[in-house]
């Protein structure tokens, strides 16, 4: 028998960077059919799915800031590549037949709907993916803690944080032959030791909230049903009272 999912309503973190795959700039066509994909699992196990996507494929504001321009201008661009990226998984999406809603925080009503949060809600209740685009509106904050915001604002139950590796290292483990893969982290873990998981603005807003993180490797087929039926992959970051600094596998 199949496993009923352990959440009803997620959000999905997706890095900008994972939808370029080996190309190294833009969109990898390929890499967004598949994502498309298991989304489109999700939605047929009746799982309410928002999702956040960064721009870093298209343009990175902290790095066209450190080259000298001004961060605000830069992050405004950041967040317009946002929601380029948005509405390129809303048309793999809707190619497949998943209903899709683009929400963009910076109203630009011909090509998305401004972001209001009954409005997301009311989506995902009728079984539309909702993507939200341009991050929070606002400069100085990074896509990760626009997903923790909206995760909290659409009362999600986790926050799927997709990347290239199966969870959180003690190290990079693309350059430590070592690196220790942890299974469960508190959230006091992740700030005091630094850990790469998502910027501390993110970290800390999930944990005033209680709102559990679980990093998983979006790469691999199938994992992110996998991670919402349950399975113990990736690494989870919880509420501090629920763990300590446990299991490396």
């Given at each position: 028998?199949?496993?009923?999912?352990?959440?009803?309503?997620?959000?999905?973190?997706?890095?900008?960077?994972?939808?370029?795959?080996?190309?190294?700039?833009?969109?990898?066509?390929?890499?967004?059919?598949?994502?498309?994909?298991?989304?489109?699992?999700?939605?047929?196990?009746?799982?309410?799915?928002?999702?956040?996507i960064g721009g870093g494929n298209i343009f990175r504001g902290?790095?066209?800031?450190?080259?000298?321009?001004?961060?605000?201008?830069?992050?405004?661009?950041?967040?317009?590549?946002?929601?380029?990226?948005?509405?390129?998984?809303?048309?793999?999406?809707?190619?497949?037949?998943?209903?899709?809603?683009?929400?963009?925080?910076?109203?630009?009503?011909?090509?998305?709907?401004?972001?209001?949060?009954?409005?997301?809600?009311?989506?995902?209740?009728?079984?539309?993916?909702?993507?939200?685009?341009?991050?929070?509106?606002?400069?100085?904050?990074?896509?990760?803690?626009?997903?923790?915001?909206?995760?909290?604002?659409?009362?999600?139950?986790?926050?799927?944080?997709?990347?290239?590796?199966?969870?959180?290292?003690?190290?990079?483990?693309?350059?430590?032959?070592?690196?220790?893969?942890?299974?469960?982290?508190?959230?006091?873990?992740?700030?005091?030791?630094?850990?790469?998981?998502?910027?501390?603005?993110?970290?800390?807003?999930?944990?005033?909230?209680?709102?559990?993180?679980?990093?998983?490797?979006?790469?691999?087929r199938n994992n992110i049903r996998r991670v919402v039926c349950?399975?113990?992959?990736?690494?989870?970051?919880?509420?501090?009272?629920?763990?300590?600094?446990?299991?490396?596998?």
């Open positions: 028998m199949e496993a009923a999912p352990r959440y009803k309503r997620i959000l999905l973190k997706l890095s900008g960077e994972a939808l370029q795959g080996a190309q190294g700039y833009g969109i990898d066509a390929e890499v967004m059919r598949t994502i498309a994909e298991e989304i489109e699992d999700l939605v047929a196990l009746r799982v309410e799915v928002a999702v956040v902290l790095s066209a800031a450190a080259s000298g321009m001004d961060r605000a201008s830069a992050d405004y661009m950041g967040m317009l590549a946002t929601v380029m990226n948005s509405l390129a998984l809303q048309d793999a999406l809707e190619q497949r037949g998943v209903h899709t809603r683009v929400l963009s925080a910076i109203e630009m009503k011909e090509v998305a709907e401004p972001y209001i949060r009954r409005r997301a809600e009311r989506h995902l209740e009728k079984g539309r993916v909702v993507i939200f685009g341009a991050g929070t509106g606002n400069p100085y904050f990074t896509t990760d803690t626009a997903a923790a915001l909206r995760a909290m604002e659409i009362h999600a139950e986790v926050l799927l944080k997709a990347t290239k590796v199966d969870g959180v290292y003690d190290m990079d483990p693309h350059k430590h032959a070592g690196a220790v893969r942890y299974s469960r982290l508190t959230y006091l873990d992740v700030l005091s030791r630094g850990l790469n998981v998502m910027d501390s603005t993110a970290i800390s807003l999930c944990k005033e909230n209680n709102l559990p993180i679980l990093v998983f490797n979006m790469l691999e349950g399975e113990e992959i990736g690494t989870l970051v919880c509420p501090d009272g629920e763990s300590v600094l446990a299991g490396q596998t």
